[in-house]
Every structure is written in structure tokens, then in C-alpha cells.
Antibody, heavy 127, light 107 residues
Framework: QVQLVQSGSELKKPGASVKVSCKAS????????INWVRQVPGQGLEWMGW????????TYARDFTGRFVFSMDTSVSTAYLQISSLEVDDTATYYC????????????????????WGQGTTVTVSS | SYELTQPPSVSVSPGHTARITCSGD??????AYWYQQKPGQAPKLIIY???KRPSGIPERFSGSSSGTVATLTISGAQVDDEGDYYC???????????FGGGTKLTV
């Protein structure tokens, strides 16, 4: 079945870096973009941006530029989120999610939302 | 930056109808999507393009949109429907995607 499996929890010190992986299976990895979503403990969902898995082009939300990098390796059907210069405020659960999209018969694109999610990766930043 | 506004909480008795609203200036032109999140779980898509249900989502979940307000309706709410509900959409340019602040549903 279609699934996204994320890497395990991380405990990091401020200033360090972390790389979260999101391995896709059950579908063609390059056919659906991957989005990243952050959830700070006890708070709501924040859209971080997405990576075009066909071209490798990332797009970042306004609040996630600079220290956040989306990348991918098509050979292992995996997307990555790297956060550098970690801050205590980066403590959160990070989710990857696959886009449900495609083209109608007349070539018009459609977007139906984020239909498959990873289980989440908890990143804790503490001294 | 673009914002979607949801009530922080909604409470409903079992078997009754719950309505969760989502307000955003671009909603007359952009679709709303709804996600359900239960404690300790990843979010789940329950409504797309304002009113369509993915396969496997119970019929008691429905969506609508009018003007600047999108609404998620849960008819005959069940205890199992408790959780947080988030709307999701984009600004008028389509470049800024956002989640609403979330609504905690208590049944």
C-alpha cells in the first residue's frame, strides 16, 4: 500500500543540525510532490513548503526560509528535511505528506490535498 | 501573511450536528480542504475541494463553502469524531498555503 515512513525521533543541542527522512513506497515517488508540515507541541499545523519530486525544486513558506532545506534522493524514493542551527523553538513534530494530484483528460491539473502522511518525526532541541 | 480563522473549540452532543467554520478572504476563489487529527496521530484528509470526500470517509462528514467561509459539517457526530480539525487553503495568488488554527471538537 501507499505509505510514507519517517525516520525516528531526534534529540539535539541548540546550534546542531538534523536531517529527517521520509521514505515513500507503493507508488511512483516522482509522480507526487512531498509537503512538509510542522506541529509544535500543543499547537496547530504549520505548512512549511514542498518539494517537486519530478524536478527536485523546493518551495519554502515564508517562515521557513534560510535554515530549512528540502532535498530528495529518487534512487531510494526518499525526501529529506534538514534544519541547521537548531533553536529550542524548533522543537516539534515534523510530518511529510504526499500530494494527491494529477491531470484531467483535457490536461487540466487538479489538486486534491495531502492524502498520505508520514507518522511524524519528533525533534527535540534542548541543552 | 494570509490567515484562515477557525473557532478554537466546538462541542456537540452525540448524534447531533457539529459545524466548524473556516474564514479566509480568498475562499471565494480558492478551495478549502479539511483534515482531522486525533491525539498522537498524523492528520487525515477528510474533505477536498470544499465538499468532496475521499474514499473511506463516512458520509456524515460534509463540506460547503459560501463567500469567505468554508464549513465542515459532521451530521450525527460520534464520540469517535473527537479530535482537532484543520482547514487548509491558499491565498489568492496560490503561492502561500496555510492551515487554519484548528478547532478542537468535543462530542
Amino acid at each position: 500500500q501507499v505509505q510514507l515512513v519517517q525516520s525516528g525521533s531526534e534529540l539535539k543541542k541548540p546550534g546542531a543540525s538534523v536531517k529527517v527522512s521520509c521514505k515513500a513506497s507503493g507508488y511512483s515517488f516522482t509522480s507526487s510532490a512531498i509537503n512538509w508540515v510542522r506541529q509544535v507541541p500543543g499547537q496547530g499545523l504549520e505548512w512549511m513548503g514542498w518539494i517537486n519530486t519530478d524536478t527536485g525544486t523546493p518551495t519554502y513558506a515564508r517562515d521557513f526560509t534560510g535554515r530549512f532545506v528540502f532535498s530528495m534522493d529518487t534512487s531510494v524514493s526518499t525526501a529529506y528535511l534538514q534544519i541547521s542551527s537548531l533553536e529550542v523553538d524548533d522543537t516539534a513534530t515534523y510530518y511529510c505528506a504526499k500530494v494527491w494530484s494529477g491531470y484531467y483528460e483535457d490536461k487540466t491539473p487538479y489538486y486534491y490535498g495531502l492524502d498520505v502522511w508520514g507518522q511524524g518525526t519528533t525533534v527535540t532541541v534542548s541543552s | 501573511s494570509y490567515e484562515l480563522t477557525q473557532p478554537p473549540s466546538v462541542s456537540v452532543s452525540p448524534g447531533h450536528t457539529a459545524r466548524i467554520t473556516c474564514s479566509g478572504d480568498a475562499l471565494p476563489k480558492k478551495y478549502a480542504y479539511w483534515y482531522q487529527q486525533k491525539p498522537g496521530q498524523a492528520p487525515k484528509l477528510i474533505i477536498y475541494e470544499d465538499k468532496k470526500r475521499p474514499s473511506g470517509i463516512p458520509e456524515r462528514f460534509s463540506g460547503s463553502s459560501s463567500g469567505t467561509v468554508a464549513t465542515l459539517t459532521i451530521s450525527g457526530a460520534q464520540v469517535d469524531d473527537e479530535g482537532d480539525y484543520y482547514c487548509y487553503s491558499t491565498d489568492s495568488s496560490g503561492k502561500e498555503e496555510v492551515f487554519g488554527g484548528g478547532t478542537k471538537l468535543t462530542v
